[in-house]
């Protein structure tokens, strides 16, 4: 497993020298763009709208719009400028409840594990935080940003979570119909909650595939073996909610 992230956490006086490791990986099935009329792939180049001519990454600089068609240019050496504390460790600004954060706010994952020298340290919070059941929370710098990033004990280690901050956390009363209120009866109401406990069981994480990902599979290799493709019909849907819900509670019996 390669590191993305080098550097430290600081928390009072205590410096830990840490790396940082994806903890999720992709297993969506990717696609290539080809020519429908040869195979060839599809490439896309890079042009300039104003004079036309195809350009390589080395002369792309980044620009930022102040007004339509002004831009303000920021070179690499200019955003080096910028002086930010986390660019090179963690510093952890309060310990506080998990019941606290709520779960939108969190981004992705990372785990953790220490430089050769600060094992100890990394050992201490790790278990410290086990004891007290607390979090940190922090700044780092990554991939061209700075990011607020938590801290937790998580199966024998230290995950540090990205984070969304407050202004990137969309206002659910803007969306249609959040918070709508219809009249619903006592039946259906009584009915929806059996059925809900009916299905209450033990989580297993594990039991849960791609399925899509799997019928994409076995559709590419039944195109290769030159098969005929299946079509599974859907199942009926009830007439109505009340009929819903008893149809679901009897299946479940």
């Known amino acids: 497993m390669r590191a993305v992230w080098k550097g430290a956490i600081s928390f009072g006086l205590v410096s830990i020298p840490v790396k940082a490791y994806n ?61 930010l504390k986390s660019t090179k460790s ?15 706010f969190y981004s992705g994952f990372y785990y953790l594990s220490p430089e050769k020298g600060g094992e100890k340290a990394y050992v201490l919070l790790r278990e410290a935080m086990k004891a007290t059941n607390l979090m940190g929370i922090g700044k780092i710098s990554f991939r061209g940003k700075e990011s607020l990033v938590a801290l937790k004990f998580f199966n024998g280690g230290i995950v540090l979570a990205n984070l969304h901050y407050v202004d990137e956390i969309r206002n659910p009363a803007e969306v249609p119909m959040w918070g709508i209120e219809v009249e619903i009866s006592e039946e259906e109401l009584e009915l929806a909650k059996k059925l809900i406990m009916a299905m209450k069981k033990p989580l297993n994480i594990e039991e849960f595939r791609n399925e899509y990902k799997e019928a994409l599979l076995k559709l590419i290799d039944a195109k290769l073996a030159g098969k005929e493709i299946i079509v599974t019909e859907e199942p009926k849907t009830a007439k109505s909610l009340l009929d819903a819900l008893k149809a679901s509670l009897e299946a479940i019996k």
């Open 23 to 83: 903890a999720t990986i992709s297993k969506e099935i990717k696609f290539h763009l080809l020519h429908s009329k040869d195979g060839g792939r599809v490439r896309y180049r890079k042009f300039c709208e104003k004079c036309g001519e195809e350009i390589s990454d080395e002369e792309i600089v980044r620009g930022y719009e102040i007004a339509k068609n002004e831009f303000v240019i920021l070179t690499d050496e200019d955003l080096e400028k910028i002086p």
């Open 90 to 104: 963690v510093e952890i600004k309060r310990f506080f409840e998990p019941s606290e954060l709520r779960e939108i």
